[in-house]
T-cell receptor, first 110, second 113 residues
Framework: GEDVEQSLFLSVREGDSSVINCTYT??????LYWYKQEPGAGLQLLTY?????DMKQDQRLTVLLNKKDKHLSLRIADTQTGDSAIYFC??????????FGKGTTLSVSS | ETGVTQSPTHLIKTRGQQVTLRCSSQ?????VSWYQQALGQGPQFIFQ???????GRGNFPPRFSGLQFPNYSSELNVNALELDDSALYLC????????????FGPGTRLTVL
């Protein structure tokens, strides 16, 4: 079955790097996504990676994909207080649905 | 470029009532997906509409139904509301295809009393 697991909480200091991890179970997943949700708001697409890629970099964001271990990570360089939010990992398998994890709450202290 | 919009922002209903939520897709998109996000959880897929027809459905009962209109906007209807239907309802639009990258609206917060 499809399931996405994330650690629930991460706390970092401003200026440090943050690494948010995710594991998924559907080996047929074609695309994997990272979304950001601020309190009371919808989901903002941060980045995504196609399953035949190992890494994708987009400004301060780096996505690493280990397809063998079904492990996805999001690294945020030079983390700022404005990065405090809930981060969701999502996979898209053969169907139309995105399957989301429960989200990782990132807390950035100054 | 106009993003995804949803209305209303907040809604309070009582158990047994019916509710209609609305979504306008991002310009250039032809597919709308609906998700339910309970407090402290990730979004759960309800269904997707493409070419005005349901194109995939999650594990939700038939009292959750939808429509898509020729301009690609969409409605989510929920009949016989239950307390557990209280959640943030998110609409996402996309361009139908392999990547189908979904862009979300701000959501409608539904409270059922």
């Amino acid at each position: 079955g499809e399931d996405v697991e994330q650690s629930l909480f991460l706390s970092v200091r401003e200026g440090d790097s943050s690494v948010i991890n995710c594991t998924y179970t559907d080996s047929s997943s074609t695309y994997l996504y990272w979304y950001k949700q601020e309190p009371g708001a919808g989901l903002q697409l941060l980045t995504y990676i196609f399953s035949n890629m190992d890494m994708k970099q987009d400004q301060r964001l780096t996505v690493l994909l280990n397809k063998k271990d079904k492990h996805l990570s999001l690294r945020i360089a030079d983390t700022q207080t404005g990065d405090s939010a809930i981060y969701f990992c999502a996979e898209k398998g053969a169907g139309t649905a995105l399957i989301f994890g429960k989200g990782t709450t990132l807390s950035v202290s100054s | 470029e106009t993003g995804v919009t949803q209305s209303p922002t907040h809604l309070i209903k009582t158990r047994g009532q019916q509710v209609t939520l609305r979504c306008s897709s991002q310009s250039g998109h032809n597919t709308v997906s609906w998700y339910q996000q309970a407090l402290g959880q990730g979004p759960q897929f309800i269904f997707q509409y493409y070419r005005e027809e349901e194109n995939g459905r999650g594990n939700f009962p038939p009292r959750f139904s939808g429509l898509q209109f020729p301009n690609y906007s969409s409605e989510l209807n929920v009949n016989a509301l239950e307390l557990d239907d209280s959640a943030l309802y998110l609409c996402a639009s996309s361009l139908f295809g392999e990547s189908d990258t979904q862009y979300f609206g701000p959501g409608t917060r539904l409270t059922v009393l």
